[in-house]
């Protein structure tokens, strides 16, 4: 066997069993209907990359309610019935191309910057977001001052996950990702600086994790023990994409403990959606870089030593070299590609021939929109 031939093997994240361990990892596309139903191009978007040979494909961000979880306008929904039905499309379709598809459960919280449901936003503490708006997901402008979420709200952040959790489950989907990273809901509860709260779920970073600890077990208590679940957690922020835990691996320590305690089959590790465009070519942290700039492990080695659950690595792994590393080193159970999934809907398909990869053109794919081009969704 050759270390490429790692990429190819078989691997087994809670119940759900895949062909290879590379997955397409979350990108928002912005193409659903304005009802946040998923469309036949999204069908053969995603269609596209289980034919390209991905062994697992994660969602774009779902909203998982209809009060303050949406953050873009035509983003997809998974509250209703009617968009079960529109996602069972999507699911259907990347199984008979033997692919296994997770859904990832997104509230955006105070980076929500189109909702239909509400016209204010929530977060753990009424502190203005850094940054400003994306303009290719459609915002533009500062983000508003969000108002601080009550305890009742808080229960609603949590019964939205378990509602959406099973209707992900009914439409056929292998697994659920919370989305606990990038700067959205449950990653501004994490946060020193966006969580300013007296209670028990602000100070310290056992409390400031207290939050993705209850939904994680929260939706494994609705889902059951043969369901895959799992959460996504980043340092770095779509607002805010070089952000470090203040507490460096003390806080790795912390959370990944408490998290792989919480029920999860495996947790998804990346420093920031590096496919971006928002973002400088070259800048920020990547997958195998060290997680605190210190030279210690990277941020995918931290959460495999502190959960001792499978972990899912992302962050410019494009280059097949690098993702034989990481998996060859142990870090990872599995790699998912952003940019090097958009530019080659069928990477996996490619490296097993040994074709050359193409290289990621954010004008042509991300330009003047995230939306899905109809290019992309030829299968």
């Given at each position: 066997?050759?270390?490429?031939?790692?990429?190819?093997?078989?691997?087994?994240?809670?119940?759900?069993?895949?062909?290879?361990?590379?997955?397409?990892?979350?990108?928002?596309?912005?193409?659903?209907?304005?009802?946040?139903?998923?469309?036949?191009?999204?069908?053969?978007?995603?269609?596209?990359?289980?034919?390209?040979?991905?062994?697992?494909?994660?969602?774009?961000?779902?909203?998982?309610?209809?009060?303050?979880?949406?953050?873009?306008?035509?983003?997809?929904?998974?509250?209703?019935?009617?968009?079960?039905?529109?996602?069972?499309?999507?699911?259907?379709?990347?199984?008979?191309?033997?692919?296994?598809?997770?859904?990832?459960?997104?509230?955006?919280?105070?980076?929500?910057?189109?909702?239909?449901?509400?016209?204010?936003?929530?977060?753990?503490?009424?502190?203005?977001?850094?940054?400003?708006?994306?303009?290719?997901?459609?915002?533009?402008?500062?983000?508003?001052?969000?108002?601080?979420?009550?305890?009742?709200?808080?229960?609603?952040?949590?019964?939205?996950?378990?509602?959406?959790?099973?209707?992900?489950?009914?439409?056929?989907?292998?697994?659920?990702?919370?989305?606990?990273?990038?700067?959205?809901?449950?990653?501004?509860?994490?946060?020193?600086?966006?969580?300013?709260?007296?209670?028990?779920?602000?100070?310290?970073?056992?409390?400031?994790?207290?939050?993705?600890?209850?939904?994680?077990?929260?939706?494994?208590?609705?889902?059951?023990?043969?369901?895959?679940?799992?959460?996504?957690?980043?340092?770095?922020?779509?607002?805010?994409?070089?952000?470090?835990?203040?507490?460096?691996?003390?806080?790795?320590?912390?959370?990944?403990?408490?998290?792989?305690?919480?029920?999860?089959?495996?947790?998804?590790?990346?420093?920031?959606?590096?496919?971006?465009?928002?973002?400088?070519?070259?800048?920020?942290?990547?997958?195998?870089?060290?997680?605190?700039?210190?030279?210690?492990?990277?941020?995918?080695?931290?959460?495999?030593?502190?959960?001792?659950?499978?972990?899912?690595?992302?962050?410019?792994?494009?280059?097949?070299?690098?993702?034989?590393e990481i998996i060859g080193k142990g870090e990872a159970d599995v790699v998912t590609l952003g940019k090097g999934a958009l530019a080659n809907h069928d990477w996996v398909n490619k490296v097993k021939a040994g074709e050359p990869i193409a290289d990621f053109q954010p004008?042509?794919?991300?330009?003047?929109?995230?939306?899905?081009?109809?290019?992309?969704?030829?299968?």
């Open positions: 066997m050759t270390n490429k031939d790692l990429l190819f093997e078989k691997v087994t994240l809670g119940s759900t069993t895949i062909d290879n361990r590379v997955g397409v990892a979350p990108m928002t596309r912005t193409s659903a209907t304005p009802e946040g139903y998923a469309t036949d191009q999204m069908v053969s978007y995603y269609t596209s990359f289980a034919r390209g040979g991905f062994g697992l494909i994660i969602t774009e961000g779902i909203y998982p309610d209809d009060k303050y979880s949406q953050g873009y306008l035509n983003q997809p929904g998974i509250v209703y019935d009617e968009q079960v039905q529109a996602w069972k499309k999507v699911v259907d379709f990347v199984h008979q191309s033997r692919a296994k598809i997770f859904a990832q459960l997104m509230h955006a919280g105070a980076l929500s910057q189109g909702n239909r449901f509400v016209n204010e936003t929530i977060a753990p503490s009424a502190v203005p977001p850094k940054g400003e708006q994306m303009e290719f997901y459609g915002g533009k402008g500062a983000f508003p001052t969000p108002r601080e979420a009550t305890k009742e709200e808080i229960t609603e952040v949590i019964n939205g996950f378990v509602n959406a959790a099973k209707h992900a489950k009914a439409a056929g989907f292998d697994g659920v990702e919370i989305h606990g990273a990038n700067g959205y809901i449950l990653d501004q509860f994490l946060t020193d600086y966006t969580n300013q709260r007296k209670d028990e779920y602000g100070g310290s970073t056992e409390n400031r994790v207290r939050l993705l600890v209850e939904v994680s077990k929260a939706v494994r208590e609705a889902v059951g023990q043969d369901y895959t679940v799992g959460i996504r957690i980043s340092q770095g922020k779509v607002n805010d994409y070089s952000h470090k835990w203040q507490g460096k691996e003390r806080d790795a320590e912390i959370i990944f403990g408490q998290l792989g305690q919480a029920g999860l089959d495996f947790i998804h590790v990346t420093e920031y959606e590096a496919w971006q465009p928002a973002f400088p070519e070259g800048e920020g942290t990547t997958a195998t870089d060290s997680a605190f700039g210190d030279g210690g492990a990277s941020l995918a080695r931290l959460a495999k030593k502190y959960s001792n659950i499978p972990v899912i690595a992302n962050g410019h792994l494009e280059n097949p070299g690098t993702a034989t004008e042509k794919i991300l330009s003047p929109n995230a939306k899905i081009k109809d290019f992309e969704a030829q299968v």
